[in-house]
């Protein structure tokens, strides 16, 4: 299997639509996450038309009270030859108006430690789930600066009300989905202010792993 570098240096204009994701939001939605529950199985196929379908089997642990869990994800590669298991940290937060919202840890290792960036979302690209960022993905269509979005996050709204809903009109999809990507950009950017902020060493091979140039 090509580590994570490999992807990253020979698929630069790879987007988040080209690859398979576990979704935080929806396993919640399809009622996973569920402190003291004891292990909650599932299992998710993925299709596209310009891939074979991949099957993963999966079960999250979250002892009572807890705001930590485990997700356990077992999926078969491409040609369904080859079962890997993969463990993913869930991470609560606390909404504004109550409630928790879910996170999923990034596995990936990057210098010698699991990223641990909290995402909404897990890409599985090639055999391995990791961030948006780990995996060098960019979106197909950059985040269009909208009045709206703006507004909804200098007001400070909770983003769990923007969390998919089966009564939303696709006016409310399209705007929540805007949401939730300038919410990710945000969080790319502030990682990127965090990497300025490590030791020279760090930063140097920060931007040599990425391919990034400082500043950019
Ligand atoms: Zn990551």
């Not at 993913?88 to 210098?111: D, E, F, K, M, S």
């Not at 805007?178 to 945000?186: E, N």
Request: net charge positive.
């Amino acid at each position: 299997m090509g580590g994570i570098n490999s992807g990253t240096r020979t698929n630069k204009k790879r987007t988040v639509g080209t690859c398979f994701a576990l979704d935080a939001a929806r396993l919640r939605q399809w009622g996973k996450f569920v402190p003291g529950a004891g292990l909650v199985a599932g299992s998710v196929v993925w299709t596209d038309e310009d891939q074979p379908p991949r099957r993963a089997f999966y079960d999250v642990d979250i002892a009572a009270g807890a705001a930590l869990g485990t997700l356990r994800v077992m999926h078969l590669d491409e040609k369904a030859r080859d079962l890997s298991i993969c463990t993913i940290g869930l991470v609560a937060t606390r909404c504004h108006l109550g409630g928790l919202r879910w996170w999923l840890a990034c596995p990936v290792q990057r210098y010698g430690s699991p990223c641990g960036r909290r995402a909404r979302k897990l890409y599985l690209c090639e055999n391995t789930f990791g961030c948006r960022e780990c995996h060098g993905l960019t979106y197909l269509c950059r985040q269009q600066s909208d009045k709206r979005v703006a507004a909804a996050f200098r007001a400070g709204t909770d983003l769990s009300e923007f969390e998919a809903r089966p009564d939303m009109t696709l006016a409310e999809a399209i705007f929540a989905a805007k949401v939730f990507q300038a919410d990710d950009a945000r969080r790319e950017r502030a990682a990127r202010r965090d990497v300025r902020r490590r030791s020279p060493r760090k930063r140097a091979e920060y931007y040599k792993f990425t391919g990034r140039r400082p500043g950019a």
